[in-house]
Nanobody, 115 residues
Framework: QVQLVESGGGLVQAGGSLRLSCTAS??????MGWYRQAPGKQRDLVAR???????MYADSVKGRFTISRDNAKNTVTLQMNSLRPEDTAVYYC???????????WGQGTLVTVSL
């Protein structure tokens, strides 16, 4: 049974930093990443990283956010710097199984960036 445990998030002023972490268990994962959903908007990819370390970022976060992964611990971390009010959203951890391609979602963690 796949389980995801998210941590991090909270309230920060614009220009500040936050770190999100997600630890997955129960399988082997090909891709691990973070999505976000702002009120009234769709859920969009923020960043993802493959098992071999290939990363992808949304254009809006390039140069500000860094995603990393520890395969031994099945943990994916999103370091968010230079946060902006428009980064305010619920952030969701997402993992995809290495075998079968099924994906799983975390419960979400709220990030609020104030002016």
């Amino acid at each position: 049974q796949v389980q995801l445990v998210e941590s991090g998030g909270g309230l920060v002023q614009a220009g500040g930093s936050l770190r999100l972490s997600c630890t997955a268990s129960g399988s082997i994962f090909s891709v691990m990443g973070w999505y976000r959903q702002a009120p009234g908007k769709q859920r969009d990819l923020v960043a993802r990283v493959t098992k071999v370390g290939t990363t992808m970022y949304a254009d809006s976060v390039k140069g500000r956010f860094t995603i990393s992964r520890d395969n031994a611990k099945n943990t994916v971390t999103l370091q968010m710097n230079s946060l902006r009010p428009e980064d305010t959203a619920v952030y969701y951890c997402n993992v995809r199984l290495l075998f079968g391609n099924t994906e799983f979602w975390g419960q979400g963690t709220l990030v609020t960036v104030s002016l």
